[in-house]
Nanobody, 122 residues
Framework: QVRLVESGGGWVQPGDSLRLSCAAS????????MTWYRQVPGKERELVAA????????NYIRSVRDRFTIDRDNNKNMLYLQMDALKPEDTAVYYC???????????????WGQGTQVTVSS
C-alpha cells in the first residue's frame, strides 16, 4: 500500500524557517520523481517544487526560488522541503506527491499525502 505522510508544518512568523518531511512507503521510492504542492482554500493545488529520481534535477515556481529547497534521501525513503524566509503568502496546506518526471501536473500525480498545514503570520 502506497503511503506518503507529511510532517513538520506549523505556525511561524514572517522570515522564519520550516522544514517539511514526507515519509514514503509501499513503493520503490527511488523510481519516482517527487513533488511538493500547496493549496489554499478556494484555489487549485499549486506545484511548488519537483525533484527527479536521483535528485540531480530540481524545479521551483518563481515565487519560492531562492527561499525553498527540495531534497530527498533515497536510502531513507524521505522527501524534504526546506522553507526559509517564509512569507504570509506561503500559508497553505502542503502536500507531497509522487509522479513521473515531466508529468507532474496535478492530474498526473500518482499518489498524494494527506497534507500538512503551514501558517505564516505575525
Amino acid at each position: 500500500q502506497v503511503r506518503l505522510v507529511e510532517s513538520g508544518g506549523g505556525w511561524v512568523q514572517p522570515g522564519d524557517s520550516l522544514r517539511l518531511s514526507c515519509a514514503a512507503s509501499g513503493f520503490i521510492f527511488s523510481d519516482y520523481s517527487m513533488t511538493w504542492y500547496r493549496q489554499v482554500p478556494g484555489k487549485e493545488r499549486e506545484l511548488v517544487a519537483a525533484i527527479s529520481t536521483n535528485g540531480n534535477s530540481v524545479n521551483y515556481i518563481r515565487s519560492v526560488r531562492d527561499r525553498f529547497t527540495i531534497d530527498r534521501d533515497n536510502n531513507k525513503n524521505m522527501l524534504y522541503l526546506q522553507m526559509d524566509a517564509l512569507k504570509p503568502e506561503d500559508t497553505a496546506v502542503y502536500y507531497c506527491a509522487s509522479c513521473r518526471w515531466g508529468d507532474c501536473s496535478a492530474d498526473k500525480v500518482l499518489s498524494w499525502g494527506q497534507g500538512t498545514q503551514v501558517t505564516v503570520s505575525s
